[in-house]
């Protein structure tokens, strides 16, 4: 348990006369900065046996001790549900979200999110920021996550994915015969008008997404996509921008383009599609304890598959 271990370390010829939090964060850096500041501001730090402010300067050999404490970093209540575990070890676990689950509680979204699920599979999730969730997905797109049960795990798991070097597949279903696999880049940011949406923009932050053809259809085609970047809905911004909008997208798919040369069935199958089809099909990186590469693969759901032969039937 976190709560036993103690930490010791004298301060080196390197790191002296620097601020207490600046060296403390070189000196653990399996904990995040946040997490040292709160538990300088609880007292589990002390310098030669006093608790100090952060930012009171160290000299050598000062001795600086940690008391790690779990702290609790969410008031969300839990809630049993029936999560699709992939994976589970002492640091983390890996699930297959489906579609229609929120992710984080928020406005109109209180209860019944994933938060409040992974709080019911491991009360101890409370004491990490986000309950472990370190990247998300849409509330109606489905596939892998990552949660990080201990500070540690978390920690490393955010340096991955701020590093670029998680790998994160996607499945999209999109309107066009798309010629060739691209690249996209672009700043992304708030739309200019509608605030709740995302859109390409000259100023925000760089998002760059990669795609190549997984199979061609008549009229549409199924995409595997890489993302480098994790922006908010930047898949389905990106792929709209380039003018192959995602099947069933309600905010970024536009007006839903049903060819004449459909059967009915295909036609009412496409109609009736809802949200959009887009599915985390791929998670990779290196596990923060054991070190070693990992990776886990999700198959397609059932809609999307279901739309998939529907459309495969076109051929």
């Not at 608790?51 to 404490?69: N, R, S, T, W, Y």
């Not at 491991?122 to 370190?134: E, F, Q, S, T, Y």
């Not at 925000?204 to 259809?217: D, F, M, P, S, V």
């Not at 099947?247 to 199958?269: Q, S, W």
Request: net charge positive.
């Amino acid at each position: 348990m976190i709560e036993n271990q103690i930490l010791r370390h004298i301060v080196p010829l390197t790191l002296a006369n620097r601020r207490l939090d600046q060296i403390i964060a070189q000196l653990c850096p399996q904990y995040s900065r946040s997490q040292l500041q709160k538990w300088i501001k609880s007292g589990n730090v002390h310098v030669n046996g006093k608790v100090l402010k952060a930012k009171i300067k160290c000299q050598l050999d000062d001795e600086i001790v940690i008391q790690p404490q779990a702290l609790q970093q969410t008031q969300d209540d839990p809630e049993p549900m029936d999560l699709d575990v992939i994976y589970e070890d002492d640091d983390l676990l890996v699930i297959n979200k489906p579609r229609g689950l929120v992710v984080h509680p928020g406005a109109g979204n209180w209860t019944g999110t994933l938060v409040n699920g992974l709080l019911a599979h491991h009360p101890d999730l409370k004491n990490i920021p986000r309950a472990g969730i370190v990247h998300r997905l849409d509330k109606n797109t489905t596939g892998l996550m990552v949660v990080a049960k201990t500070l540690e795990a978390h920690k490393a798991l955010v340096d991955q994915l701020q590093a670029r070097s998680v790998k994160r597949e996607y499945l999209a279903l999109v309107y066009g015969n798309v010629i060739s696999g691209a690249t996209l880049e672009s700043y992304m940011g708030r739309h200019p008008v509608d605030r709740k949406r995302m859109a390409v923009t000259e100023r925000g932050k760089y998002a760059i997404t990669h795609y190549r053809i997984e199979e061609k259809l008549v009229h549409h085609t199924l995409l595997r996509v890489h993302l480098e970047t994790g922006r908010t809905h930047q898949i389905r911004v990106h792929l709209s921008w380039k003018n192959y909008p995602i099947i069933g997208d309600p905010t970024y798919g536009g007006r839903p383009r049903i060819p004449k040369a459909l059967t009915e069935t295909v036609k009412h199958t496409l109609q009736r599609f809802k949200r959009q089809a887009l599915h985390a099909t791929k998670l990779g990186f290196i596990h923060p304890v054991t070190q070693e590469a990992v990776s886990w693969q999700a198959p397609l759901p059932d809609d999307m598959h279901n739309l998939l032969e529907q459309l495969r039937l076109c051929q």
